[in-house]
């Protein structure tokens, strides 16, 4: 869980530079959704940065939603 509540996933943390959005998600019924990014990292190239939520309702949900409540696209 992000450090603001919601269930954001940050898979490496502080360690690289950009941000590159891979896959979009929204859930369905609703203006949430989720992206997945990737970052540069200096050592290692490109790897999978995290799983950011981005709500617009007035709580953030405790985790993800479920696979079968999105629809997905990449980026």
Known sequence: M???????IDFERG???GMAIRVNASVRGSNDGLFLFTIED?????VLGGIEWVGVEDEDPGEL???DVLDISPA
């Open 2 to 8: 992000c450090g603001c509540g919601c269930p954001s």
């Open 65 to 67: 939603p479920s696979s």
């Open 42 to 46: 200096p050592q290692r190239g490109e």
């Open 15 to 17: 360690r690289g530079l």
